[in-house]
């Protein structure tokens, strides 16, 4: 027997524990290094600001990741929370509730094409997303004239900038959101549906499960989780930007399923993984410019990670 033989099992389980916890060991190792090198990061101030930031990317990749738990992508996301910003201004005058109803139906249509799309006409994922990524955006530029609007509207902006018991309401959505998706996933018919037809949609099929609706219902919840980050980050600007909002946060949100453990290939959402996910990237891309690094040094970090996290899931599926 050979060295290498003898440290295959080794190696499977190395790989295994990189993919269920490599994420967690990830944030709380740039976390340790942060309090060590960067100055004032131990501060209240900035960790609400990096919990903040992170809330958009999170309430996103949970969508995403049940998207990508039937074995799915979508790519429209930016570009949904681009119209739901777009949508605000125009609806704000009936009084935030109703600017918010109408964002987040508009979400919700939005997911309701690109599941149509891929349920009922067989269309890959990757494409039919794509069109809606593409033209969506392009209608929220229709609909907000291509300007930034500013806003002034009080209760909606305590949306993006408030308090709640001492947390930012954008952090408090998000946590409750992840809650609701973790038992969405865990303790619901839905979920062990969807983890069925992504593992194995023609064996779903036989056994009857309804997996048009299953891929119609996923969508949809990306669609109007996509919604309420466009509201979310709309107020916290005090604008409305169609052309910024929402940009390449596919990208984003892709990345933090894919961090956090979820894999490509359908069959398992990873809910707690997915948030610490987004969590990781925003810490990654603030310790970077906080230690006077560009943008697009973290972009180039974030592709190395997307790349690392592929590969260890590519490990694991062909054991």
Request: with cysteine; charged share 10%; net charge positive.
């Amino acid at each position: 027997m050979t060295t290498a033989t003898l440290r295959a099992p080794d190696r499977a389980r190395v790989t295994s524990w990189l993919q269920n916890y490599g994420v967690y060991l990830a944030v709380v190792v740039l976390l340790l290094f942060n309090v060590i090198f960067t100055e004032n990061f131990l501060s209240v101030a900035n960790f609400r600001t990096q919990l903040v930031q992170a809330a958009p990317v999170c309430i996103v990749a949970l969508g995403m990741a049940l998207v990508i738990g039937t074995e799915g992508i979508d790519l429209s996301v930016g570009s949904v929370m681009s119209i739901a910003a777009a949508l605000v201004p125009l609806y704000l005058g009936a009084g935030p509730l109703t600017a918010v109803i109408v964002a987040v139906i508009a979400g919700v249509v939005s997911g309701l094409f690109s599941g149509f799309l891929v349920a009922q006409l067989g269309i890959q994922p990757i494409i039919a997303t794509l069109a809606l990524l593409v033209g969506g955006r392009g209608l929220a530029l229709v609909i907000a004239h291509g300007q930034l609007v500013q806003l002034h509207n009080a209760d909606f902006l305590a949306l993006g900038t408030g308090d709640l018991l001492g947390i930012p309401i954008m952090v408090l959505v998000a946590a409750v959101l992840a809650v609701l998706a973790g038992l969405l996933v865990r303790r619901t018919t839905f979920g062990r549906h969807l983890v069925a037809v992504g593992g194995n949609r023609p064996a779903a099929t036989l056994a009857g499960l309804p997996v048009k609706r299953v891929l119609i219902g996923v969508y949809v919840i990306s669609g109007a989780l996509a919604a309420i980050a466009g509201v979310l980050a709309t107020a916290r600007l005090s604008a409305s930007d169609a052309g910024e909002t929402g940009l390449l946060m596919e990208l984003s949100a892709i990345t933090a399923v894919v961090v956090g453990g979820t894999p490509l290939t359908g069959g398992r959402v990873r809910v707690l993984g997915t948030v610490f996910g987004a969590l990781l990237m925003q810490l990654v891309h603030a310790t970077l410019i906080k230690h006077n690094l560009p943008d697009s040094a973290a972009q180039m970090v974030q592709a190395a990670i997307i790349v690392g996290a592929v590969y260890v899931a590519r490990e694991r599926s062909t054991r």
